[in-house]
């Protein structure tokens, strides 16, 4: 996991969570520091990681500890699985989840299955547009 905050405390007024996987620090970074621009730092923290693999048992521990996931930003290229592999797996599970992916490599006809099948909210091509990142998060998250 790439760390955003300390442990989080049973007292924190922490409630929701922005979960972000790539395979690149980099774009977990600049993410992080985007996302983190606008958020309620009180409630809502930035979860980063670079291993999908370690998504879903994260995610049934932020919940377990009663932290509501509001949103997943996710690579499509990424090593052992890709992103869509990655969503389909999570929506599983969490089908009420939303998603956005974020990715250069994703062909038109991945993005078109993911979008009917109802599976991401919304795709955005790196690199991307600060404003327009946020103002879909925004959007999402109001929805």
């Known amino acids: 996991m790439y760390p955003t905050r300390k442990a989080i405390m049973i007292e924190d007024p922490l409630k929701y969570v922005i979960i972000c996987i790539d395979d690149d620090p980099l774009i977990l970074k600049l993410l992080s520091f985007q996302l983190n621009k606008v958020i309620e730092h009180d409630t809502t923290i930035v979860e980063c990681f670079l291993d999908p693999s370690e998504v879903v048992d994260n995610i049934d521990s932020l919940i377990s500890n009663e932290l509501e996931v509001l949103l997943l930003l996710v690579d499509y290229q990424m090593p052992k699985i890709n992103g869509g592999e990655l969503i389909r797996n999570i929506k599983l599970k969490y089908p009420q989840l939303k ?45």
């Open 99 to 143: 998603c956005i992916m974020l990715s250069g490599q994703a062909n038109n006809i991945i993005v078109k299955e993911l979008t009917s099948d109802h599976l991401i909210e919304k795709f955005i091509s790196k690199p991307w547009e600060e404003e327009k990142l946020i103002s879909e998060v925004k959007r999402i998250m109001n929805k």
